[in-house]
Each structure stands twice: as C-alpha cells, then as structure tokens.
C-alpha cells in the first residue's frame, strides 16, 4: 500500500508540474512550452554552464605542453556542460528561451553567461583550436552543426547584445562553415548512427543556418550530400532500433531531413518506401531508459526528445486522410510527456544536456 501510495503521489506530481510547463489545444495536436515550463528548464543549463569538471574533452593531444591544458584553457567560450557540444547546445538552448519569453526570470543570468563566455579572445581561441592539424575533424558533425544552430539562432534576434554576441561569433561560424565545404564533397557514405556522428542530424542543423543566413553555397551543397546520401534509401532497418545508447533515431532523423529538402508529394513518395507501416509502428513504441545515472543509457531520455521533433515534422507533411498522422501526432505527445518529467533527474548524465533535446522538440 505504501509502494501503491508513493506512486500515485509521483504519478500526481508529474501531471501537475506538466500542467504547469506546457498548454495543450484541444486535440493535443499542439503543445507549447509556458513561462513556468521555460524557467524550469532554464535552470538547468545555467546550473553547468560554467562547470569545468567532469570534463569529456575528446582532445587529441600533439605535445606535452597541450597535452595538459585543462577544459577551460582549450576552449574558454564552451568549456562547461560536460562536453563543447553540450554546451554550445545550452548556449543555444538559453539564447531561444530569451528569444521567446523575454521576461524570463532567468533572463540576466542569460545575458550574464554570454558576456562572460562570447568574447573576442575567447572566440579567438576556440578559432585557433579548430585550426590545429589534429583538429580538422574535431566534433565533425554533432558540434559543428550545434554552433551553426546558436548563430542561426542570433543572426534573426533583434537584440543589441545578441547583434554583437552573433558579430562576435562569426570568425569561429565562417571556420565550421569552410569545415562543411571541404567535407560534404568528400563524403562518400553516411554515418547511420544514432549518436553524436549522425550525418542527417548534422545536416539538419547546417541547413537550418545555411536558410537564416542566407548562405546558398551551404545550403546548395548541403541539399547535394542529402540526396546523394539519401535518395535512393529503402527500407530503413527501423526494427533494429533502438541501439543501447541512442538519442537519435537514424531512420526518423533521415526522414525528417528529406522533409525538409524535398516538396511534400516527393517527400511523401520517398517516406513510403523509406518506412513501412511495420517499421513505424516499431519507432512509435517508448525506449526503456532502465538507468538514468549510467552516462549512456541516460541517452534513450534524449532519443525520445529527438523523435518527438521527427514525428511533428513527418506529420505535418501527411495528408490529414492519412493514418499515420495521428498515430504519429499521438505518439510524439507520449514521448513527450514521458521524459520530460525525467530531465531534472538528479543525475548529471542527463542534466547537463536533455534540457537542450526538449526545447528544440517543443519549439522548433
């Protein structure tokens, strides 16, 4: 009775911090993040932002002399969350709740955090770090992709600081941007992973840059891998997913690029024979996160997150005749409502950056 008890009493909490965080319209078709619900989930990146240790730094040392840099030494501008993409992810994360609730309580801190870490010389140095010989490939393409999205999301926010903060920027977008050019042309196979090497993930992001910027060579050369990659595909091997650390789902995340490169009668011949009824089905289903403290399995929480965005995005190209669009209109709202609860978990696996995966499936 006491076990019964307590998890009703979760149970109960979980719905009213939901009721608090998000509105629903009337057939839940349509789910909005309230004020309430972006304080919340503020906090969290503001919590590590600026957290050294522990580090993951993926650094491939030349000399002694970096061998030992710390976090903070090798990349001043995005040294906190854990890892350089997550916290390029949380500073993009901050910049879009400020954008979209400008009395956000937290909105000073915001402002605080990218005045101390977007610099001239902070940039400057992360510049330089990409420019190292054992650099080229570094966070090609999960980081690259994530540092185009935060300018993305500065060059259309009108905004004193966030005008200098994006002019302040650009030297280290202008370096991931020719990172791009050299690489697409060369890339003969797509990486079909659900983490961090996922080519559609990253070119989903890219593209979205490319488009606000107004950048046409990015984004003609971005369309031209996606095709070559992805056009011919068949058959996705959904029912093999999900891997045990996924937070991408490789077939959702491909689709929903080829939703974004393709006119909406292509794209729906495309994804008919890219994911059949049996296939989708099997996507639809929740992932088991069975611990949350484990760095990797902790990933699943995100997989939801990610294939929430996928769903909306898929969907909104179907027909409303078509069967698939509710099933996958009603599946993105349990994924949702399932793991959102889940992000402030207590466990820094997953806070340093699930925060970031539920605001971009809540508003993007």
Known sequence: MKLLFSFLFFS???VSAQHNYLTFNRDSTVINLTIVGASHLASLPLKCIDIE???KTSHTSETLEDHILSPKQLHPAFYGCFDWHSCVHGHWMLLKLLKSFPDLPEAGAIRKVFNKNITLQNIAT???YFNATLSKTWERTYGWAWLLKLQAELINFNDSDAQKWSKTLQPLTDSIISRWLQFLPKQTYANRTGVHANTAFGLILALDYARKAKHKQLEEAIIKSAKHLFLKDKNAPALWEPNGSDFLSPSLIEADLMSKILTPNNFIIWFNQFLPQKSLAHLLQLPIVSD?????IVHLDGLCFSRVWCMKSIAKLLPENDKRKK???KAAKQHLI???PNIANGYYGGEHWLASFAVYALME
């Not at 949350?292 to 990797?296: A, V």
């Open 53 to 55: 240790f522990p580090n």
């Open 327 to 329: 099933l996958l209109q």
């Open 126 to 128: 992360e510049v330089n």
């Open 292 to 296: 949350r403290s484990d760095y990797q």
């Open 12 to 14: 109960i909490s979980i």
């Open 338 to 340: 399932t793991s959102l």
